[in-house]
């Protein structure tokens, strides 16, 4: 049964960074890609960034530039830096995991994901 929990949320001032985690547990799948999504307020669910077994990485345009994704050795923590943080990145942040490797064609796809975190809050004033 494969759980993630986020975390790292919080409030932050617009120009700031913040780092979130997303460990990944009994994980099994030797492709597989990890993604973070996130859902503001009466919208719709977006990517932010994801990120494969492999090590290769996507990017929505919206953030591309001040963000990074990565995973730790073991491939059970996944990060996302975000640096110069405005309101328009006010949302809760969502870790998804899936059990193959995703494409630049799906990766940013909600129905390519499988498994979900609860999500991590981050507002930004």
């Known amino acids: 049964h494969v759980q993630l929990v986020e975390s790292g949320g919080g409030s932050v001032q617009a120009g700031g960074s913040l780092t979130l985690s997303c460990v990944v547990s009994?994980?099994?799948?030797?492709?597989?890609?990890v993604g973070w999504f996130r859902q503001a307020p009466g919208e719709e669910r977006e990517a932010v960034a994801s990120?494969?077994?492999?090590?290769?990485?996507y990017y929505a345009d919206s953030v591309e530039g001040r963000t990074t994704i990565s995973q730790d050795g073991t491939k059970t923590t996944v990060y996302l830096q975000m640096h110069s943080l405005s309101p328009d990145d006010t949302a809760m942040y969502y870790c998804?995991?899936?059990?193959?490797?995703?494409?630049?064609?799906?990766?940013?796809?909600?129905?390519?994901?499988?498994?979900w975190g609860q999500g991590t809050q981050v507002t930004v004033s």
């Open positions: 998804a995991a899936n059990r193959a490797l995703c494409s630049w064609i799906d990766w940013s796809s909600v129905a390519t994901y499988n498994y």
């Open positions: 009994v994980y099994t799948y030797s492709k597989r890609c």
């Open positions: 990120i494969r077994s492999n090590g290769g990485t």
